[in-house]
């Protein structure tokens, strides 16, 4: 057993955990199957067998494998009832015959366009004053105004409910907006204007949650108090809090740029330090004979700190591991860190199987694997002889277990690669405790009515250095390698390559060096078979109900022309960024009307390009125009600003395809579109199918991926 990848003896609850993860995939991928009455199906058959097996208890313990399959399947099973019923659980009792809902806000921010307020539906009222109790979980946007943007936290709301599905942009390789809410509770949202609802009153939340929200509330507040720069502040309030309200678009991006992304979040690191300070403080228990209240002490403290954090899903994930850990010592039972770390992760799942789902559990959860399987591969390899050598070399292989085993979904999510993160690790890292420390001590200060301004000065200083070590290294040309794109398949690989090089060196096997080795070659050759040709010459339509821009590809050189030069769309750049990365598309160029290149001649509303004669409608410009002759176009783009009717156009051009972009309105697009029936023109939906995606390579056009 000892040559396997991981002992069972090391981490016998993996046993329990995986058929259990296998079990709430299926529910996701697959919940048509009705994989629940198959497993179930097949455990009873395997206990049939292992009690069939044998009249005498010795005998039967031959066959005791029929049993551990049985209890497999049962694990399938559970796994898939968790999710359908956390599935079920949150589609709410949301009716449209419902004449009101009231809802009590949990968050509040203001957005470029409304008031964006997350909100938990408590009532709803129906037509004949009936009242249904809930705890639906709603996003509401506001139009801006005086009363809309002085709701705050914990306020109670009326309003008259016309909830949607969230869904997602319907462009290219865009972000999976509607899962990520769905993971997280949240299923409808709804636009209200100022006659829309109606401010009921403030009613404080009295949940655990909501106490921990206050008491994190409070902890900031202190800490705003004290005499830090802006930037200390911000800093501060994530590292020690959780808060990341006030980190900056500037200080994220350095910050991930450096590598240095995971400690603005609370997290397993965090944690640990306070974990580390708490162990070193209560060493005098140990002296005086009572070492087993110190393990109680720290579960204590540990539990205070998640709830100063406002019981962040990361820092209480960290704090659930290492509880399983000192509830060990407390029993003297021994057992191993990873085997506590799968227990924690079963519980979880079984408390909220949406976290296998989510990014920071993902990388949280591989994050303490790596650490605890790499590290001790790679400080045997460099087996430092001084006891300062070896501090500095395990911080050192630590950080670079972590990064090692995160790689994959870091790349994947982030499409980044750190290239400095272990020296910056090196440096910030061991300053993390003063940090947290000094933190901790100075809200211990500000509650007792303590002055700490010496503290106060020393952490500032501490903290605007870090900052300015993060801009310096993110400023480097070399500091990180961006916009990477990998497929999914190619996350799976790199993780089985990755572990089973560190499995091989374990155990000093060189089948498995020889089988990975092989195993990679195979998977490179048939991927570079079956792999996709990028697409460097299309044009492209985007789905944005704010705005049209029209994307120009020519042999991999990215062309940028707005529908509206004077109102140019900002977010572009987000909506397509992840296309351009899979199709290794280069940087933006804008263009304006008259330009002339080598395959794109813009005169609008003229476009001709790689063979493509393009009429770009945004204007009233052609109503009541007559031609003799009839000039032919392939391409009509219907947008905002168009004010008559295609008729009108069809007296002046003889039009293959009109597209219609999804920033007309609702009934512009609906008159439009039947109309383009009637007259026999194929007309495409940007609202209805998704961005408009012509590859002039193959003159085709390719179906948007997110499109209906």
């Not at 499995?503 to 079956?530: C, G, H, N, Q």
């Not at 008159?671 to 209805?688: N, P, R, T």
């Amino acid at each position: 057993m000892k040559n396997s990848f991981l002992p069972i003896e090391e981490a016998p609850f993996l046993r329990i955990l995986l058929p259990f993860i296998a079990g709430i995939l299926l529910q996701h991928f697959l919940p048509f199957l009705h994989a629940i009455y198959i497993s179930s199906f097949l455990g009873i058959i395997f206990i049939i067998k292992y009690y069939n097996s044998s009249k005498f208890p010795s005998k039967r313990f031959i066959n005791r494998h029929y049993f551990g399959i049985a209890i497999s399947f049962f694990l399938i099973s559970i796994g898939i009832a968790t999710l359908f019923i956390k599935q079920k659980s949150e589609t709410g009792h949301y009716s449209p015959n419902y004449k009101y809902a009231i809802a009590t806000i949990t968050n509040c921010k203001e957005t470029q366009r409304s008031i964006c307020c997350e909100t938990e539906i408590k009532e709803w009222i129906q037509q004949d004053e009936q009242i249904i109790r809930d705890n639906q979980k709603v996003i509401l946007y506001f139009k801006p105004d005086d009363l809309s943007r002085s709701l705050i936290k914990d306020n109670v709301i009326i309003f008259k409910p016309k909830l949607i599905p969230i869904v997602n942009s319907k462009n290219p390789e865009s972000f999976d907006y509607a899962s990520y809410m769905k993971y997280k509770g949240v299923l409808y949202t709804q636009y209200l204007d100022a006659q829309d609802w109606k401010r009921l009153g403030y009613k404080q939340d009295k949940s655990i949650k909501g106490i921990a929200q206050r008491l994190q509330d409070s902890a900031l507040e202190k800490l705003k108090k004290d005499n830090f720069s802006e930037t200390s502040y911000a800093i501060l309030s994530a590292l020690l809090l959780g808060n990341i309200k006030e980190i900056t678009p500037e200080i994220r991006n350095a910050f991930s740029t450096s590598g240095l992304a995971h400690i603005l979040a609370v997290s397993g690191l965090h944690t640990g330090i306070i974990w580390s300070l708490l162990y070193v403080l209560l060493t005098p228990l140990v002296w005086i004979k009572m070492s087993k209240l110190r393990p109680i002490l720290i579960i204590i403290f540990l539990w205070a700190y998640a709830f100063l954090t406002g019981l962040s899903p990361s820092a209480v994930r960290a704090t659930i591991m290492i509880s399983f850990i000192l509830f060990g010592q407390i029993l003297d039972r021994k057992g191993t860190t990873m085997n506590n770390l799968f227990a924690a992760a079963f519980f979880m799942l079984l408390y909220n199987p949406y976290y296998l789902f989510n990014v920071s559990f993902q990388l949280s959860f591989i994050s303490v694997f790596s650490i605890l399987y790499i590290y001790p591969v790679l400080y045997d390899l460099i087996n430092p002889s001084s006891k300062w050598g070896s501090y500095i070399i395990s911080i050192f292989c630590v950080s670079a277990a972590a990064q090692i085993g995160t790689l994959p979904l870091t790349v994947y999510y982030f499409h980044e690669l750190p290239l400095l993160s272990l020296p910056a690790n090196l440096i910030i890292i061991p300053v993390l405790p003063f940090i947290l420390g000094g933190g901790m001590l100075v809200l211990i200060l500000n509650y007792l009515q303590i002055p700490a301004t010496f503290l106060v000065n020393g952490l500032d200083q501490i903290l605007i250095y870090i900052e300015h070590l993060t801009k310096i290294i993110s400023t480097l040309n070399f500091s990180s390698i961006k916009n990477i794109w990998i497929e999914s398949h190619y996350v799976l690989f790199l993780f089985v390559i990755i572990f089973a090089l560190f499995w091989s060196y374990r155990t000093r096997r060189s089948d498995i060096l020889i089988f990975t080795l092989s195993f990679a070659v195979l998977f490179l050759t048939a991927d570079t078979f079956y792999k996709g040709h990028p697409i460097q010459n299309a044009w492209v339509v985007y789905h944005d109900n704010h705005s049209t821009t029209i994307n120009f590809i020519d042999n991999g050189t990215n062309y940028i022309l707005h529908s509206n030069p004077e109102k140019q769309d900002s977010t572009i750049e987000k909506k397509a960024l992840n296309f351009w990365m899979k199709n290794r598309i280069g940087n933006i160029i804008h263009i304006k009307d008259s330009s002339d290149l080598q395959n794109l001649i813009i005169c609008q509303p003229f476009i001709y390009f790689k063979g493509s004669k393009i009429l770009l409608l945004n204007s009233g410009y052609w109503k009541n125009k007559k031609s003799t002759y009839l000039l032919p176009i392939d391409y009509a783009i219907v947008c905002k600003g168009f004010s008559g009717k295609l008729s009108d156009i069809t007296e002046l051009f003889s039009i293959q395809t009109v597209i219609l972009c999804s920033d007309l309105n609702y009934f512009k697009h609906q008159a439009l579109q039947k109309e383009a029936d009637q007259l026999g023109i194929y007309c495409y939906s940007i609202k209805k199918s998704g961005a408009w995606i012509f590859n002039t390579d193959t003159q085709l056009r390719i179906p948007s991926i997110t499109s209906d």
